[in-house]
């Protein structure tokens, strides 16, 4: 190795060090402010954010949706979307409820969000939620058919008014849902 080769990795092997001890200062001292009243700092919401998406999508790759998705599917996915997700990411013609919007991240509208997701990914993000965000995981106390409903919803909503919106989820909540919930889970609160 040159000698001028050597001083580049030198320098890069440095630069990495000081870098992972500034970090490790930060996490130590507790000098990232975690308030939710605070956004993130922009490279730290650039960060998690490319994270979370690249991770939906290489992880959504391997699924597939249970054949061809029903107006059936959407109706029984509209009273689990009200009943378990309507109160962050709100509704068509339907806010959010008022804690939710001090959330951060603020929960993504879906009505408008869906559309930048298959169908498998938001299947991947209900099942398994995301760290960090306040966004459960349903997987544990749901089965995969209530899963595939609840993305169905999700997927139709774009495409939804607000008489459709309330006239699904009213039908929903009526109907119970019609889903069922893993063994020995237990059943969620209207």
């Known amino acids: 190795m040159t000698p001028a080769a050597r001083n580049v990795l030198i320098g890069a092997l440095g630069m990495l060090l000081l870098l ?8 130590l001292t507790g000098g990232y402010n975690i308030a939710a009243t605070d956004r993130h700092n922009p490279i730290v919401g650039w ?6 998406r690249n991770h939906v999508q290489g992880a959504a790759d391997d699924l597939t949706p249970p054949g061809a998705i029903t ?10 979307y009200k009943a378990m997700c309507a109160h962050c990411h709100g509704g068509i013609g339907a806010s959010r409820a008022e804690w939710a919007k001090t959330m951060r991240p603020l929960p993504p509208a ?16 209900v099942k398994h939620g995301v760290k960090m965000s306040g966004m459960p995981a349903f997987g544990p106390t ?7 409903n609840i993305a ?32 020995g889970a237990p059943a969620h609160a209207d």
């Open 152 to 183: 169905a919803f999700v997927k139709a909503m774009p495409d939804m008014d607000a008489g459709d919106y309330a006239a699904l989820t009213a039908a929903g909540q009526r109907d119970g849902g019609g889903h069922s919930h893993a063994p």
């Open 142 to 148: 749901h089965d995969d058919a209530t899963i595939w």
């Open 20 to 27: 992972a001890a500034t970090g490790l200062l930060i996490v």
């Open 47 to 52: 960060a998690l954010t490319t994270t979370m």
């Open 110 to 125: 879906l009505a408008h969000a869906a559309q930048r997701w298959s169908i498998e990914e938001v299947h991947w993000l």
């Open 71 to 80: 107006p059936a599917m959407i109706a029984a996915g509209a009273g689990e």
